[in-house]
T-cell receptor
Framework: GNSVTQMEGPVTLSEEAFLTINCTYT??????LFWYVQYPGEGLQLLLK?????DKGSNKGFEATYRKETTSFHLEKGSVQVSDSAVYFC????????????FGTGTSLTVIP | GAGVSQSPSNKVTEKGKDVELRCDPI?????LYWYRQSLGQGLEFLIY????????KSGLPSDRFSAERTGGSVSTLTIQRTQQEDSAVYLC?????????????FGEGSRLTVL
């Protein structure tokens, strides 16, 4: 079946540090991969996505590359800011299973000045 | 507004009572999802509506939970005989399907507290 496993948190970093949040997936077909972000007190919103192997999604300085060979979609940012403090969710959707979305458990990131 | 709207934003109820949570998706979105987010947990899938197809109810945790979507738009999630373990934030999301999985747009959620 389909599932997503992501790095457990919480993660605490100093401002301008490098961020990696690991995400691996299991899928029966050829899924699309997503990172969603939930800022404090707000709803979830799409951060970036990739729809096929080797695609790189990017937004707000964050990047993630769809790696089919390692079934991974790790989130990276070169220099985090305090405003990046949020909970990050990795997700996949597979049209072979009716466009159902599968989410990871979320990784809480706190960036300190 | 143009986003996904959920009501109530907060609901406190007593154990054993029934509750209804409402979701008004973005106009024209054919797919509607309900998730549950408990403290320290990820998003737990509950139910998924896609157009006129039969809903995917595989995530509903018990027969106390049910949902309907009237006219392909507004959805209501009903929890009967609430239990304390039902306390969580219930999230609704909608999506426009155009040949593949599109972006999910989430509402702000309905926080349910069962005393």
């Amino acid at each position: 079946g389909n599932s997503v496993t992501q790095m457990e948190g919480p993660v605490t970093l100093s401002e301008e540090a490098f961020l990696t949040i690991n995400c691996t997936y299991t899928a029966t077909g050829y899924p699309s991969l997503f990172w969603y972000v939930q800022y404090p007190g707000e709803g979830l919103q799409l951060l970036l996505k990739a729809t096929k192997a080797d695609d790189k999604g990017s937004n707000k300085g964050f990047e993630a590359t769809y790696r089919k060979e390692t079934t991974s979609f790790h989130l990276e940012k070169g220099s985090v800011q305090v405003s990046d403090s949020a909970v990050y969710f990795c997700a996949l959707s597979d049209s072979n299973t009716g466009n159902q979305f599968y989410f990871g458990t979320g990784t809480s990131l706190t960036v300190i000045p | 507004g143009a986003g996904v709207s959920q009501s109530p934003s907060n609901k406190v109820t007593e154990k054993g009572k029934d509750v209804e949570l409402r979701c008004d998706p973005i106009s024209g979105h054919t797919a509607l999802y309900w998730y549950r987010q408990s403290l320290g947990q990820g998003l737990e899938f509950l139910i998924y509506f896609q157009g006129n197809s039969a809903p995917d109810k595989s995530g509903l945790p018990s027969d106390r939970f049910s949902a309907e979507r009237t006219g392909g738009s507004v959805s209501t999630l009903t929890i009967q005989r609430t239990q304390q373990e039902d306390s969580a934030v219930y999230l609704c999301a909608s999506s426009l399907l155009a040949g593949g999985p599109g972006e999910l747009f989430f509402g702000e959620g309905s926080r349910l507290t069962v005393l």
